[in-house]
């Protein structure tokens, strides 16, 4: 148990389908994470807050829409897709943004079909 | 460009034997390395990290070496087990950013 809890594990979604993506963290950290992971590609940065404030958007689709209620709740709301979209989404939190260790969550397996 | 890559995507490794996984980084601007090792179905966790003013690190099994001159990380793996089976990746990253430049990973298989 990593101390970061992703909910659900699998998601299979049609492209006009709206669904959101959670995670929370029990660590006491003040920044958490989204990371989008595809199939031999490296990890990709989406989204970062600290302290519920965004901070980064990392050039990501308006189709994905973050929420972050606390600090230590973080969702990924989601809403007409595309197939190419499929890949693991990782949550992930640390001390501070910017702090050097992140810690992950199990991750949400999506499928857009 | 920055980019940090593995030299190996598949590592075949004897049981007991010590693992060796490289990677290579181009940004010298970073000051931060870290490993993760990612099994199936979960994901990436914590194994070792190191900062540049050092070149190398131990942990329990694990030792990290950082090569500045050639921009090169290892990870090494002592007396390797079956649970160290799964996928390892490199990051680097430069103080003050969020950012983190991964690596694609290294599928290490350990052989009975």
């Known amino acids: 148990e990593t101390g970061v809890t992703q909910t659900p594990r699998h998601l299979v979604m049609g492209m006009t389908n709206k669904k959101s993506l959670k995670c929370e963290q029990h660590l006491g950290h003040n920044a958490m994470y989204w990371y989008k992971q595809s199939a031999k590609k490296p990890l990709e940065l989406m989204f970062v807050?600290?302290?519920?404030?965004?901070?980064e958007n990392n050039s990501v689709p308006s189709r994905f829409s973050p929420e972050c209620p606390n600090s230590s709740h973080l969702f990924l709301h989601l809403h007409t897709l595309q197939p190419e979209d499929s890949a693991l989404y990782l949550c992930a939190s640390s001390q501070e943004a910017g702090a050097e260790k992140l810690f992950f969550g199990s991750g949400t397996q999506l499928s857009v079909l | 460009g920055e980019s940090v890559g593995l030299h190996l995507p598949t590592l075949s490794v004897q049981e007991g034997d010590n693992s060796i996984i490289n990677c290579a980084y181009s940004?010298?601007?970073?000051?931060?390395f870290i490993w993760y090792k990612q099994e199936s179905g979960k994901g990436p966790q914590f194994i070792i990290d190191?900062?540049?003013?050092?070149d190398k690190r131990q942990g329990q099994r694990v030792t990290v070496l950082l090569n500045k001159t050639v921009k090169h990380l290892s990870l090494q793996i002592a007396a390797t087990q079956p649970g160290d089976s799964a996928v390892y990746f490199c990051a680097e990253k430069m103080a003050g950013t969020y950012k983190y430049i991964f690596g694609t990973g290294t599928r290490l298989k350990v052989l009975a």
């Open positions: 940004n010298s601007a970073s000051d931060y």
């Open positions: 807050y600290s302290l519920e404030e965004r901070v």
């Open positions: 190191i900062r540049s003013n050092m």
